[in-house]
């Protein structure tokens, strides 16, 4: 493989550089499809090419994670692996070219072994490939890093949603275990049907996660149900919906942050109805959805004591996760009469980004404020990321600039405000 391949597969449009690699390992490795997993892009960790055309290759993160074991930089894997739903015989390329690594999976059309050049000229390309990228992010604009700031955030709404599907789970197996009235055999009946119908949840969610970037209000109001029913049984609550009609915006198409954002918040304010009132039982919750043009507004209801204050769903870190979305929460809770909660969100995506200080910083200027939010001296960040104290004052004296403040204490400030990495 002469340089020129090498240079025009880098000169490419980000979109393209993943095909162009693809034809250029061909004839070195013939395959029918080729993925990567890179840490340095929260937009898209996962990217895939099929060689076929109108071919897919819908592979996951989670399986890429497990291939990604089994090769190291500059030590090449082949073998029989999951990828894609099925065990395919595949090629996997570790690089350490960036500071988080990057993988390159090939599925390759046999299982003849690729010989020690092959696996050279592989090895070699992708680390060029992979050293590319990781100049593109440490030297990206504020655009493309307030984009990758959006989709984290996306990311972390849905991760957060799965944790409260587990967490609603075993909430419900416990109660089912701890329940006093049921024998032992209806006890297990239950916990077992709880169990298998949060697996199938659970692998629902896996496959909609590959075809869907956004949902109807509908099908959304529906997956919140299938999520609530079983916690809500196992309490002996009874669930009362109220699902969008055509004039509620039933078919509206809502952004995916939004949904998760939207389920992940009416989960936890359920389970505050229902753990955060007192002795007094609540036997009824009803929920409902309504999409309008510009924003998704959910009620729910319950029949209990009516004493939820704003400060408890606080607790429960509700309020926090709406303000990311500008979302707005309204607590009415009547002694006596029971509490109804409004939780709205916005369907445009999210304005802080655009507003976002820290967006005008480069990579490494990020770095260098993370660690003057740790209170950290020059010298000691100089250290920490191996350049000079005067490239650490330079820095310094850039954010200082672009954040429009005068100190570093008030820079550290805007971080943690913003939410950089100060752990």
Known sequence: M??????????APLGEILPRLSAALADAVPHRAVAELSG??????????????????????????????????????????????????????????????????????????VSGRGLATVQALWDLVTAHGARIVSEAVPGPLALSRVAAAARATAIA?????????????????????????????????????????????????????????????ARLADSLRPLLLARGVRLELGPPGTEEGADRLLPADVAHTARAAVRSVVSAL?????????????ISWKASDNELRTTVRDDGPGILSRAVLEDHRIIERLTGMHGLLQVDAVPGWGTTIAVTLPLEPPQGPRNDPLTALGARELEVLGHLARGRRNRHIAEELH?????????????LDKLGVDTRGEAAALAHTWGVDVA
Do not use: M, Y
């Open 40 to 113: 340095s892009c929260a937009r898209s960790p996962v990217k895939s090419h099929s060689v076929e055309p109108g071919g897919a290759f819908p592979v996951t993160a989670a399986e890429l994670a497990v291939v990604a074991k089994l090769a190291q930089p500059g030590r090449p894997w082949q073998g029989r692996a999951l990828v894609a739903g099925a065990e395919e015989a595949v090629l996997a390329v570790a690089s350490d070219a960036n500071e988080r690594g990057a993988l390159l999976v090939l599925l390759r059309t046999d299982e003849t072994a």
């Open 274 to 286: 229902l753990d955060e009132q007192g002795p007094d039982p609540v036997s009824r919750v009803h």
């Open 161 to 221: 949603e799965l944790l409260d599907t587990h967490s609603a789970v075993l909430s419900g197996l416990l109660s089912v275990l701890r329940r006093r009235d049921l024998d032992d055999r209806s006890a297990r009946t239950r916990a077992i049907d709880l169990a298998l119908s949060a697996l199938t949840e659970l692998r629902a969610d896996a496959d909609r996660e590959r075809e869907l970037t956004e949902e109807s209000a509908g099908d959304g109001f």
């Open 387 to 399: 350049i000079s104290e005067s490239t650490v004052k330079f820095h310094v004296a850039n954010i």
């Open 2 to 11: 002469d340089l020129t391949t090498a240079a025009d597969i880098i000169r």
